[in-house]
């Protein structure tokens, strides 16, 4: 299957089964949540999974663009992104974990044909607070595939206060064909984690106690760069279709080692997106998160060769990411924003270059140094390290 397919598999299966799908698109939470960026499928629906009522019923799916800068530092290896899509179906106060677990090995198994031998599950055993999810565990033996349960790595929370409870992930086998499944999930890194369904009975209060929710719901969520990544048989997000052109066209047009490569495609990829949702460079806030994505792929593209420029970008690679996003905006437009700030830092580095050069800066520099670099010349720590790096 292709990208395309998969998705539509998983929203017609869902829809068969009386789930609305819901807006997933943009990128940018509600005016009123505090947070820059949506970061996973149920972020929107959070009001809607501690007890308010929906519009399009108490079944839901969506797929929903997300971006975390938790990651970054990871990106380059095998399986990080900065900006991702979720897969995700939704039962507000309706059916229970039991079902969902059903479901989702039926989609699995019928759906996109990964066969029950290639499955492993993992399920919440129990703490000194909460006892273990029976519910998942007989329904998992039920259906007859392996079940690991854990005590650390099977409770979802959304943070220190509010929604959590137990969760079920099912990983599928990835070695190498003729290789057998081997070991568990939590033994053998050969077991990749698909998908995630959450019981959400709890809310943590300010205090750490947890309350029974008057309406237990369940959240699922199946980041779709790893599901194709699976389905498709690639070792890595960046050889699936979803990347196609950009690996294509990039590494011969830039030659990079591959981690670096990696880094120059999802960084500029996500800045594409993240310009198509109507965000530009600035000092603060998301505008500081594209800044600093597009600022990381010149300094890694500079690091090497100070004459490549962001002008050389195909437009084929601008048009896919659009058009994979669902996004109207231009690829003149995007040009315009990524041009304009690659000449901003070129002059930063200058007058960077022209500072640091100075008597006072020589050797180890202090806290206080960094503080005065930044307030004073606008010069961010790590551009800093960058330019003091031989």
């Given at each position: 299957?292709?990208?395309?397919?998969?998705?539509?598999?998983?929203?017609?299966?869902?829809?068969?089964?009386?789930?609305?799908?819901?807006?997933?698109?943009?990128?940018?939470?509600?005016?009123?949540?505090?947070?820059?960026?949506?970061?996973?499928?149920?972020?929107?629906?959070?009001?809607?999974?501690?007890?308010?009522?929906?519009?399009?019923?108490?079944?839901?799916?969506?797929?929903?663009?997300?971006?975390?800068?938790?990651?970054?530092?990871?990106?380059?290896?095998?399986?990080?992104?900065?900006?991702?899509?979720?897969?995700?179906?939704?039962?507000?106060?309706?059916?229970?974990?039991?079902?969902?677990?059903?479901?989702?090995?039926?989609?699995?198994?019928?759906?996109?044909?990964?066969?029950?031998?290639?499955?492993?599950?993992?399920?919440?055993?129990?703490?000194?607070?909460?006892?273990?999810?029976?519910?998942?565990?007989?329904?998992?033996?039920?259906?007859?595939?392996?079940?690991?349960?854990?005590?650390?790595?099977?409770?979802?929370s959304h943070g220190p206060v509010g929604l959590c409870?137990?969760?079920?992930?099912?990983?599928?086998?990835?070695?190498?064909?003729?290789?057998?499944?081997?070991?568990?999930?939590?033994?053998?890194?050969?077991?990749?984690?698909?998908?995630?369904?959450?019981?959400?009975?709890?809310?943590?209060?300010?205090?750490?106690?947890?309350?029974?929710?008057?309406?237990?719901?369940?959240?699922?969520?199946?980041?779709?760069?790893?599901?194709?990544?699976?389905?498709?048989?690639?070792?890595?997000?960046?050889?699936?279709?979803?990347?196609?052109?950009?690996?294509?066209?990039?590494?011969?047009?830039?030659?990079?080692?591959?981690?670096?490569?990696?880094?120059?495609?999802?960084?500029?990829?996500?800045?594409?997106?993240?310009?198509?949702?109507?965000?530009?460079?600035?000092?603060?806030?998301?505008?500081?998160?594209?800044?600093?994505?597009?600022?990381?792929?010149?300094?890694?593209?500079?690091?090497?060769?100070?004459?490549?420029?962001?002008?050389?970008?195909?437009?084929?690679?601008?048009?896919?990411?659009?058009?994979?996003?669902?996004?109207?905006?231009?690829?003149?437009?995007?040009?315009?924003?990524?041009?304009?700030?690659?000449?901003?830092?070129?002059?930063?580095?200058?007058?960077?270059?022209?500072?640091?050069?100075?008597?006072?800066?020589?050797?180890?520099?202090?806290?206080?140094?960094?503080?005065?670099?930044?307030?004073?010349?606008?010069?961010?720590?790590?551009?800093?390290?960058?330019?003091?790096?031989?």
């Open positions: 299957m292709n990208t395309d397919q998969i998705v539509r598999t998983f929203n017609d299966f869902y829809r068969e089964r009386g789930h609305e799908p819901v807006t997933g698109g943009t990128l940018l939470p509600p005016s009123s949540d505090p947070v820059l960026f949506t970061t996973s499928g149920m972020h929107p629906l959070t009001p809607y999974l501690e007890g308010r009522r929906h519009p399009q019923g108490r079944r839901l799916l969506s797929l929903q663009r997300c971006l975390r800068t938790t990651d970054l530092d990871e990106v380059g290896d095998r399986t990080h992104l900065t900006v991702f899509e979720m897969l995700g179906s939704w039962s507000l106060g309706d059916y229970g974990l039991s079902q969902s677990l059903r479901w989702g090995y039926e989609l699995l198994r019928d759906g996109f044909g990964i066969p029950p031998g290639l499955m492993h599950v993992t399920v919440f055993g129990g703490d000194d607070e909460v006892g273990p999810d029976s519910e998942s565990l007989d329904t998992w033996r039920d259906l007859g595939l392996p079940v690991e349960p854990t005590h650390d790595e099977n409770w979802w409870g137990p969760d079920s992930e099912i990983f599928v086998w990835t070695g190498d064909p003729g290789t057998p499944p081997q070991g568990s999930p939590t033994t053998d890194p050969r077991w990749v984690e698909v998908w995630n369904h959450v019981s959400l009975r709890h809310r943590r209060d300010e205090d750490g106690d947890l309350r029974s929710l008057r309406q237990p719901g369940v959240d699922t969520g199946m980041g779709l760069e790893r599901l194709v990544c699976v389905l498709q048989g690639h070792g890595s997000v960046y050889d699936s279709d979803l990347f196609e052109p950009w690996m294509r066209l990039m590494p011969p047009l830039w030659p990079l080692d591959e981690s670096s490569t990696r880094l120059v495609c999802d960084h500029l990829r996500s800045s594409v997106v993240v310009i198509g949702d109507g965000v530009r460079p600035s000092h603060t806030g998301r505008g500081y998160v594209l800044r600093r994505l597009i600022r990381r792929v010149l300094t890694t593209l500079w690091r090497d060769d100070p004459s490549r420029t962001l002008s050389d970008l195909p437009g084929e690679v601008l048009r896919h990411t659009l058009d994979h996003f669902r996004q109207t905006c231009g690829t003149g437009t995007v040009r315009e924003v990524l041009e304009g700030e690659e000449r901003r830092f070129g002059r930063l580095l200058e007058r960077g270059r022209l500072v640091l050069g100075k008597p006072e800066f020589e050797g180890r520099l202090s806290d206080e140094d960094y503080r005065y670099l930044h307030d004073t010349h606008g010069l961010p720590r790590d551009l800093i390290t960058t330019l003091r790096t031989p």
